[in-house]
């Protein structure tokens, strides 16, 4: 309930009616506990009930919400057009939960809340809104990552060489927008990586500290598909020089 009190608008606690103190967010009438999210295709008064005619499945008592055993797992919320004040602290309680995904709404401040570093299971967290300050070092553990996307924020400091150590699952780092400085860490250990899309924020490559991407290893990350380093101040470093991965399917590149 702390991220419906942290609603913005009153159109967003509309959009989170089912989302009620009395009734449970997961279900009462499965038998494993699992609940099949109720997404917009779903009216509110389906919520909870059984999904599809067999009944064999049920929806999950509050939209955007996904349990197993009983316990959240998942919010499910990108591009539904919800606002939020901050992100409160509070959601660290969801201990279980695996996906949180708010991109393509808006948190109108705040920070990023180092108590998130306690999602032991987190495998996918997409923010989107102007939250400020740095990047929290303690969310390198979230050893099971598998994405992580920040788009459109007020983010500052640099990026935590320690988030490349130790999400060794990562296979899309994704920060587009910020006011993020400092350099490119090199992401060696994620040996999965498909996206590294850092752009709109001053990071920078120079002679001194050039990307990681014009280093000869960057070959052996063989999963890659598209590096984006948009709008980022790369450009001595690209110079004279030239991408020979041939992992490198698109390459998004422009100067601020």
């Not at 609603?7 to 699992?34: F, M």
């Not at 490559?205 to 990681?212: E, G, H, I, R, Y």
Request: net charge neutral; proline share 5%; glycine share 8%.
């Amino acid at each position: 309930m702390a991220l419906k009190a942290a609603a913005a608008y009153l159109s967003t606690t509309q959009r989170l009616s089912t989302w009620k103190v009395t009734i449970p967010p997961c279900t009462n009438s499965s038998t494993n506990g699992d609940c099949a999210l109720c997404d917009w295709s779903v009216p509110d008064s389906q919520c909870g009930g059984a999904k599809g005619p067999e009944g064999l499945q049920v929806y999950c008592n509050w939209r955007f919400v996904e349990c197993r055993s009983k316990r959240v797992i998942a919010l499910h919320m990108g591009e539904e057009g919800l606002s939020f004040s901050t992100l409160p602290a509070a959601l660290a309680n969801i201990t279980m939960l695996e996906t949180l995904d708010l991109s393509r709404n808006q948190v109108m401040g705040g920070t990023l809340p180092v108590e998130y570093s306690a999602y032991a299971n987190l495998t996918a967290f997409r923010i989107s809104g102007n939250v400020a300050g740095a990047l929290p070092i303690t969310y390198s553990a979230w050893i099971k990552l598998k994405v992580f996307e920040v788009t459109g924020t007020n983010l500052s400091g640099n990026i935590p060489t320690a988030y490349f150590a130790s999400w060794t699952q990562l296979e899309n780092f994704t920060i587009d927008g910020a006011n993020i400085s400092g350099h490119l860490p090199a992401p060696w250990s994620c040996l999965q990586l498909r996206m590294y899309m850092v752009q709109n924020t001053p990071v920078v490559s120079d002679s001194a500290n050039l990307a990681w991407f014009l280093n000869p290893q960057a070959g052996s990350l063989t999963q890659m598909t598209i590096l984006a380093v948009g709008r980022c101040h790369v450009g001595d470093a690209m110079s004279n020089r030239a991408l020979t991965h041939s992992w490198c399917v698109q390459l998004l590149f422009s100067e601020p």
